[in-house]
């Protein structure tokens, strides 16, 4: 059985690599998902990102599996198969698979060249299937570039990546984002019998993991930018108690690979209802989360910004025990 929230005690988990990392050629879908608010596509990286950042990224993604393995939780990676080697990267496996009680789906993630971005954590994952995949033109929208009111997906067909989603339990926080659609949730619905609850109209750029956080049962982390008030989340998150994230350190980027906004800084794992891994110069959030009781272990993650991934987007929680 796969994990069924974000805060039990953490037993199993994926990690990923910045082995290979690279921006795929500005296809509709590449242009229009992950850049809809660049107004110069001609300003957009494409190819490997540059050695320093996959080393350093790596340094501190081993420096994360050490802490994770001293700590008695048991860590898998992505497969090092050239012949497997996705046009993307294997930086975020929490992009990429949607894992909840006896479900393991690779999702029908809305960029063509992560289609089968699964491959290389699929041998962790017992039971794993394919969700419907479509990538004709007809499913994006051109005219979300600049407008971030309008979304890139239209509804012909469930597109999804798996960090639009998280669990608590029987309910799904679902965002509608460039990454997700309604016909997405509807599907997930449909397949799972699991209560897919959506949340619309905060956020479009893309997954949720830097606007709303599940600490425990009955507690999370809220971005204030973008959650103003509780009303605009669905009913079940209404009553829980929240903390709002203060303002991010910011650590920057390498060169001009600006892949994620300061927010990403509020992405962390939680170990346990009383621990969480969290970017080592987010000190202001540390605080307010000790208040709660809540443990922070600060590690290096120099390049989240830079790859588009902190703690939570480079892990994929496979076990908790309640």
């Not at 393995?69 to 990267?89: A, F």
């Not at 997405?184 to 997954?207: C, F, I, P």
């Amino acid at each position: 059985m796969y994990a069924t929230n974000e805060w039990d005690n953490l037993s199993q988990v994926i990690v990923g690599t910045a082995r290979g990392a690279k921006v795929p050629d500005l296809d509709r879908s590449m242009r229009l998902v992950n850049y809809a608010d660049v107004e110069d596509e001609h300003s957009i990286h494409t190819g490997p990102y540059p050695d320093i950042v996959t080393q350093e990224a790596d340094e501190d993604l081993n420096t994360f599996v050490n802490f994770l393995k001293v700590i008695g939780i048991d860590v898998l990676r992505p497969i090092n198969e050239p012949t497997l080697h996705i046009n993307y990267y294997d930086y975020c496996p929490r992009d990429i698979v949607f894992l909840h009680g006896e479900h393991a789906i690779a999702t029908p993630q809305p960029i063509r060249s992560r289609a089968y971005n699964y491959q290389p954590i699929a041998h962790h994952l017992p039971g794993i299937i394919e969700a419907p995949r479509y990538y004709a033109d007809d499913l994006y929208n051109s005219s979300c570039l600049g407008d971030p009111d309008t979304l890139a997906l239209t509804e012909v067909a469930p597109a999804f990546d798996a960090a639009n989603c998280i669990r608590a339990n029987d309910d799904i926080l679902y965002l509608v984002s460039n990454s997700g659609n309604k016909a997405g949730a509807r599907w997930l619905k449909d397949y799972t019998g699991l209560n897919v609850q959506l949340l619309e109209g905060v956020y479009s750029y893309m997954h949720i993991d830097s606007t709303v956080a599940f600490l425990r049962e009955g507690l999370m982390l809220l971005n204030p930018t973008r959650i103003t008030d509780v009303d605009v989340l669905p009913e079940p998150f209404r009553s829980w108690d929240y903390i709002m994230c203060p303002e991010p350190t910011d650590i920057g980027y390498y060169g001009d690979y600006n892949n994620a906004s300061v927010w990403i800084n509020m992405n962390m794992l939680s170990i346990s209802p009383t621990l969480v891994c969290l970017e080592e110069n987010q000190h202001s959030l540390r605080k307010e989360l000790e208040k709660y009781s809540i443990e922070c272990a600060m590690l290096p993650t120099r390049h989240q910004r830079t790859l588009g991934g902190g703690f939570h987007c480079v892990t994929a929680d496979t076990k908790r025990d309640a």
